[in-house]
């Protein structure tokens, strides 16, 4: 991470200014064709990722988004798949009560907390936003419960926006591999969205965290599946000959869902 020289925010920002419409240049470990050819390959692998919390609207997304910090996509699914039958309208959700969304989600991490938050998100939603999902980052993050990482995910999967919504496998990923090392999810986030080749920006942020759930785990790396392993810059690294790039299977929302 030593000869890794990145702009601060504040050089940044000035850079950006004087050459409005164009990235920022960041010097990162990885080539710029390095970085073309790593994000062709998990395109060539995903062409299409999808997130795997299971929602039926914005509103819905926003709740199990919510609900998904510090549990597993799969445990959230499992919970709201029955709650989101019943309740899929800020309204609906407000009329069921807190008692009984508690009832709902009592087998999520936080479920009283949570559980609190999706009744004061709903009411917010109605109050201030007629009911509709807000599509800023700051307006989402007026909503209770709704972070910085929730909304850019509500803006990526319900707006078709380009965010970077960084969870603990992009964290962990950008920091194992160098390729946009920082000390906390907004650092990481700020630099991955220079260094990501504009075409490959919007679906850059689902590659990373299916890379990082089935390729790139936390414990042990599976650097011998790993397609980019003759790129790959991280000391943890085990293998170096890529693995064959193919199309993989479709994925299976909510059933392969994991943490
Ligand atoms: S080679 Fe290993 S450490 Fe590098 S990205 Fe692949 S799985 Fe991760």
Known sequence: MANLKIKSSAQTAKKSNA?????????????????EEIFRRFSIQRPEPKGELEHVNPF??????????????????????????????PQKMLDLGEERIREYIKTIGLYRNKAKNVVALSEKLITDFGGEVP?????????????????????SMAFGQAT??????????????????????????????????????????????????YCCKARKPECERCVIADLCRSPEKTWDIPAPLVELPAQIIGTQAGA
């Open 19 to 35: 050459t409005a419409g164009r990235k920022p240049t960041v010097k990162s470990l990885y080539s710029k064709a390095d970085l």
């Open 135 to 155: 599509r800023t980052r700051e307006e989402l993050m007026t909503l209770p419960g709704v972070g910085r990482k929730t909304a850019n995910v509500v803006l």
């Open 60 to 89: 819905t997304l926003v709740v199990a988004v919510a609900l998904s910090a510090q549990a597993t996509d799969a445990g959230v699914n499992k919970a709201t798949r029955a709650l989101f039958a019943i309740a899929d309208t």
């Open 164 to 213: 970077m919504a960084v969870d603990t496998h992009i964290f962990r990923i950008a920091n194992r591999l160098l390729l946009a090392p920082g000390k906390t999810p907004d650092e990481v986030e700020q630099r991955l969205m220079k260094i990501i080749p504009d075409q490959y920006l919007y679906h850059a942020h689902h590659w990373l965290i299916l890379h990082g759930r």
